[in-house]
């Protein structure tokens, strides 16, 4: 187990980085998918949503922070470029005019595929005994997973 970040191997730094930066990228185009979302949501349920879409982008602008973080933790470089997160994603832009329910079945399989994300970051990160990134992993994972709950159930 590496106790702290300088027990890591370059090898082992490397592959958790590589997945961090994942994991960056696909909650930084989450971030401005809620936020754009925010913006342009209508419909009945106008309240609701723009407050949902608001507490997303805000726990994901916070998220994006600290996954970087322990990118620079690590020793590694936190990709920066908003050029190379869109082209590194798996989660991609939404339609500013799409129907309220576009919108959240987007956002909902925006916060799946992050999960997904953050669940192979973690068997990396378990695999190369970084147990605080395992765990950053895990408390991010749970968040997602809420949030596609919470964006689901509207669609019910």
Do not use: C
Request: zero cysteines; proline letters at 1%.
């Amino acid at each position: 187990m590496a106790e702290t970040a300088s027990d890591l191997s370059p090898d082992a730094t490397a592959e958790i980085a590589t997945a961090l930066n994942q994991s960056v990228a696909e909650t930084v185009v989450a971030t401005m998918l809620a936020q754009n979302f925010h913006w342009n949501v209508t419909g009945m349920a106008f309240g609701p949503l723009h407050e949902l879409f608001q507490a997303i982008y805000e726990d994901h602008f916070t998220g994006q922070d600290d996954l970087a973080e322990r990118i620079r933790a690590i020793g590694e470089i936190a990709e920066g470029k908003l050029a190379t997160h869109l082209e590194r994603s798996k989660v991609t832009e939404g339609d500013e005019q799409a129907s309220d329910k576009e919108m959240i079945r987007h956002l909902a399989e925006a916060q799946e595929t992050i999960g997904a994300t953050l669940a192979g970051l973690s068997e990396i990160a378990a695999r190369h005994g970084d147990i605080r990134t395992e765990d950053l992993a895990i408390e991010r994972g749970r968040i997602h997973d809420k949030f596609a709950w919470m964006l689901r159930a509207h669609l019910k």
